[in-house]
RNA sequence: GCGGAUGGCUGGAUGACCGCGGGGCGCAAGCCUCGAGGAAAGUCCGGACUCCAUGAAGUAAGGGUGCCGGGUAACGCCCGGCGGGGGUAACCCCAGGGAAAGCGCCACAGAGAAGAGACUGCCUUGGUGUUCGGCCUAGCUGAACGCAAAGCCAAGGUGAGGGUGAAACGGUGGGGUAAGAGCCCACCACGGACCGGGCAACCGGGACGGUAUGGCAAGCCCCACCCGGAGCAAUGCCGAAUAGGGGCCUUUAGCGGAAAGGUCCGGAGUUCCAUCGCGCAAGCGAUGCCGGAGACCUCCGCGGGGACGCUUCAGCCCUUAGGCCCGGGUUGGUAGCUUGACCGCCCUGGUAACAGGUGCGGCAGAGGAAUGGUCAUCCAGAGGCGAAAGCCUUGGACAGAAUCCGGCUUACAGGCCAUCCGCGCAU
RNA sequence: GGCCCGUUCGUCUAUCGGUUAGGACACCUGGUUUUCAACCAGGUAAGAGGGGUUCGACUCCCCUACGGGCUG
C-alpha cells in the first residue's frame, strides 16, 4: 500500500517539516485577502482552479483559503467540496508551498465532488509547478 | 393471493491509513473520550431567555383565533366527541360562531337578484263585429267570414305555466277556483314551545306554525377569547486601536448627611481562604486587626427624572444627568452556550392526548464555522450473461447543527413491522 | 443566523371579485421614402406553481418555489 512506503521515504524530511508545515498553513479568513489572491497568478485544472500570489510582506506563513460558491450545490456539497481541497491542501499543496505566499482552491461545479482524488492530486500538482514556474 | 386504508420504525455495516473540533489528564510529548437530522430545511405558529426599569387593572388602535369537551408552559398544535361532505368499506376531508344589529356586493342573461317583479300568459267584467282591400285618412266605403266566440281596447283578479341564471321567495300529488295561489289536505322539507338523554356541541321525540329566514363575513362588520416591542448579529464584561472631536433635544440635572464595608494613607496580618449558622446537596448568609481620610465607589434622607399608545394604582426598582445623529477607529477575546417544560425503555392512572413515578440508559457545541479524505470487504438495489449455481458491471433517498425547546409544513431511493377493509380461492 | 418585502407580455409597469387583462419601449407585417431613420396603420405576446373560499379569483386565504432588501 501507498501510506507505508510514501512514510518510510519521506520520513525524515516530513517529521521535520510536518511541524514547519502545518502551522504555516494558516486559514484565509478576510475577503479582502481573498480578492488579492484573484489578481495573482491562476492555474484551471479539471477538477478545480488555483489562485495564487506572493505577498510582498515580512510574514513567512504560508496561507490557503477555500471557494465554494452557491452553483456547487446546496450546503453538503458546498460543504464536500471544501472538504476534498482542504484534504487536497494538507497532503498534496504543504510540503511544497513557499512562505509568504497565498492559495487560493476554487471549487468547480460537479468536477470537485465527483472528480477521481488521485486525478485531483495530479491537478494540485501541476497547477503548483505552473503558477511557481511563471513566477519565476 | 390481489387491491386498498391507517399508524410506527429504519435510512447502509465493518475495518485500515491520514486528518479536524470540544472536553479531561499531563511541565511537555502525548494519551483517553465525545462529535449531525427526522426533517438539522422553510421560518409558518407557540414559548423559554435577554434588553426596553417592575407588576396589576382598564381602555383606544392594530393583529390573531373561532363547533364542544379535554391535554399542555403555551399554541393556529394534539386527543376524544358532534355536525356536514366523499368512499362499497377500512377510512379520509372541512377557517365548522353570527346574514332577524347595520352597510355593501350578486357581472352577463333574465319580466324580476331581495321585504322583488309583471314579458309572454291565464281568468272575469265592460266596450267594440273580425279580416283583407280601396279612397278625398279623427273618417267613409267594398268584398269574404260569422251570429257567438275569437281579436282589439279599458278596468280588475292571479302569481300556477314558459324561458334566464350559480341562485327566482318551499317541493310532489290531490282538492278547490272564473283563473289561480298553503286557499285547503296528505307526505316531505323548514321553524319550533316543551319533554327525554348528554358536562357540552348535539341527538331523539314533538303540541303548534302554514312558510316567515336567498347567497357571500378567506367583503366591511358584530360577538367571544387571546396578544406590549425587539430579538443571541438579543445582551453583558475585558482588551486593542483611533480620537480626546462636531451637532441637536429634554432639563431644577441637585442639596444635606454617614463612615460598618470597598478605596486611599500609616502600621500589623493574610493570599490557593478560615470559622460559624442554614441546607440532602449545589449553594446562601455572617464574622475576619488598629488609627485616620472623605476626592471616588457605596449607603441614608429630601427634591427631580425614568422614552415603551393612553389613564390609574401598587411596589419603592433604577438614576442624580440622560438620549439621538454625524465623524474617526476596530472587526479581537470572553460570557450568553447548551442537563432541558429533554429523549428512550419500564411501572401506575386515563378511551386517548397526557400526567405521575422512580429504576436504568442517553444527550455535539463551532464561531470565515469541526463532525472529514482515500481505500478494502460485506449488505440492500439496478442492468447484462446463464438451465441453475453463480459471474461481471454499476451503485447508496432527501439532505449538514449555529441560543434552546413544543408544534406545523415541505423534501425523501429503498426496506421492515403492526392493525384494519374490500374482492377472490380453499377449508 | 435573524427580520422583512416582492413575483403580470421579451423589458418597465397599470388593473373595486364580474375583460377579449390596459399602456409604453422592443419585435413582426404593411404604408410613406430612391434607401434608412422618424412617422402612420395593423399584429404577436403575460397573471411563478399547487390547493382552498366563491356562481365566478391576477385580485381574498394557505402552502411551495424563485428573487431582492435590512441587520454586528
Same mark, same amino acid.
Given at each position: 500500500?501507498?501510506?507505508?512506503?510514501?512514510?518510510?521515504?519521506? *520520513?525524515?524530511?516530513?517529521?521535520?517539516?510536518?511541524?514547519?508545515?502545518?502551522?504555516?498553513?494558516?486559514?484565509?479568513?478576510?475577503? +479582502? *485577502?481573498?480578492?488579492?489572491?484573484?489578481?495573482?497568478?491562476?492555474?484551471?485544472?479539471?477538477?478545480?482552479?488555483?489562485?495564487? &500570489?506572493?505577498?510582498? *510582506?515580512?510574514?513567512?506563513?504560508?496561507?490557503?483559503?477555500?471557494?465554494?460558491?452557491?452553483?456547487?450545490?446546496?450546503?453538503?456539497? &458546498?460543504?464536500?467540496?471544501?472538504?476534498?481541497?482542504?484534504?487536497?491542501? &494538507?497532503?498534496?499543496?504543504?510540503?511544497?508551498?513557499?512562505?509568504?505566499?497565498?492559495?487560493?482552491?476554487? +471549487?468547480?461545479?460537479?468536477?470537485?465532488?465527483?472528480?477521481?482524488?488521485?486525478?485531483?492530486?495530479?491537478?494540485?500538482?501541476?497547477?503548483?509547478?505552473?503558477?511557481?514556474?511563471?513566477?519565476?
Amino acid at each position: 500500500m501507498t501510506p507505508p512506503g510514501q512514510s518510510e521515504l519521506r *520520513d525524515s524530511p516530513e517529521t521535520e517539516l510536518s511541524a514547519a508545515v502545518l502551522s504555516c498553513l494558516i486559514v484565509l479568513r478576510v475577503r +479582502a *485577502d481573498y480578492l488579492r489572491a484573484a489578481q495573482g497568478r491562476k492555474a484551471g485544472t479539471g477538477g478545480f482552479l488555483l489562485q495564487a &500570489r506572493p505577498r510582498d *510582506d515580512t510574514d513567512p506563513s504560508a496561507r490557503v483559503g477555500f471557494t465554494a460558491s452557491k452553483k456547487i450545490g446546496n450546503a453538503v456539497f &458546498r460543504n464536500r467540496a471544501k472538504r476534498r481541497l482542504r484534504a487536497l491542501a &494538507r497532503e498534496v499543496l504543504a510540503p511544497d508551498a513557499r512562505p509568504g505566499w497565498d492559495y487560493v482552491l476554487v +471549487a468547480k461545479p460537479n468536477a470537485t465532488v465527483s472528480r477521481d482524488y488521485s486525478l485531483l492530486q495530479a491537478d494540485l500538482r501541476s497547477a503548483i509547478a505552473l503558477v511557481h514556474k511563471d513566477r519565476t
